[in-house]
């Protein structure tokens, strides 16, 4: 059973690449999620994607877009990378969040990005 | 202010006492609360949840809830060197989409 798993693992970039980090779950979930970790900064949300079809904006979307490929699948695209990027990338699932119903998130092994 | 906040630490304890860890939120329409653990180059798993006031235990962990002082806490009974590691807490907001919002983690270093 892999749960989430992401691709690459690692990769090193130069300013003003692009590049597609990808993630796919096979646990059914409704819900998936893109997140940065930075030393003393914990996780942020970048994107999110509560159901097939919607995404939304999480707390640092600029730089970033998403897509919500099927219900197994969900894509972060770094148009044109900048330094300040460089960041571990976490992508994790859960089933939908609802009012009294919060479910917790299952996190693929994350993707350590550089951009020289 | 932080959303969530939390010591960095680190924290230390000697092997076999009781770590204690502790976070506050701010959003008081907050429903649902996690601590997570991460080893150092790992990816989050889960450790506890816990939706209602009070106390949650599983094992030798204990959650703790009190939502009118908005503050959980995460008990580890017997403390051993294989749960030194970032334990990070995270909060689902009542509003605006359910995002969850994680604490910058607290450093765990349990000493044999």
């Known amino acids: 059973n892999a749960g989430v798993t992401q691709t690459p693992k690692f990769q090193v970039l130069k300013t003003g690449q692009s590049m597609t980090l990808q993630c796919a779950q096979d646990?059914?979930?409704?819900?998936m999620y893109w997140y940065r970790q930075d030393p003393g900064m914990g996780l942020r949300l970048i994107y999110y994607s509560a159901s097939e079809g919607t995404t939304d904006k999480g707390e640092v979307p600029n730089g970033y877009n998403v897509s919500r490929l099927n219900k197994r699948e969900f894509s972060l695209r770094l148009e044109s990378a900048a330094p300040s990027q460089t960041s571990v990338y976490f992508c994790?699932?859960?089933?939908?969040?609802?009012?009294?119903?919060?479910?917790?998130?299952?996190f693929g092994d994350g993707t350590r990005l550089s951009i020289l | 202010q932080k959303e969530v906040e939390q010591n960095s630490g680190p924290l230390s304890v000697p092997e076999g006492a009781i770590a204690s860890l502790n976070c506050t939120y701010s959003d008081r329409g907050s429903q649902s609360f996690f601590w997570y653990r991460q080893y150092s180059g790992k990816s989050p798993e889960l450790i506890m949840f816990?939706?209602?006031?009070g106390d949650k235990e599983d094992g030798r962990f204990t959650a703790q809830l009190n939502k009118a002082s908005q503050y959980v806490s995460l008990l580890i009974r017997d403390s051993q060197p294989s749960d030194s590691a970032t334990y990070l807490c995270a909060v689902i907001r009542g509003t605006g989409g359910f995002k969850t919002i994680f604490g910058a983690g607290t450093r765990l270093f349990v000493k044999a």
């Open positions: 646990m059914n979930h409704n819900s």
């Open positions: 816990i939706y209602s006031n």
């Open positions: 994790a699932s859960s089933e939908a969040q609802r009012p009294g119903h919060n479910q917790p998130q299952h």
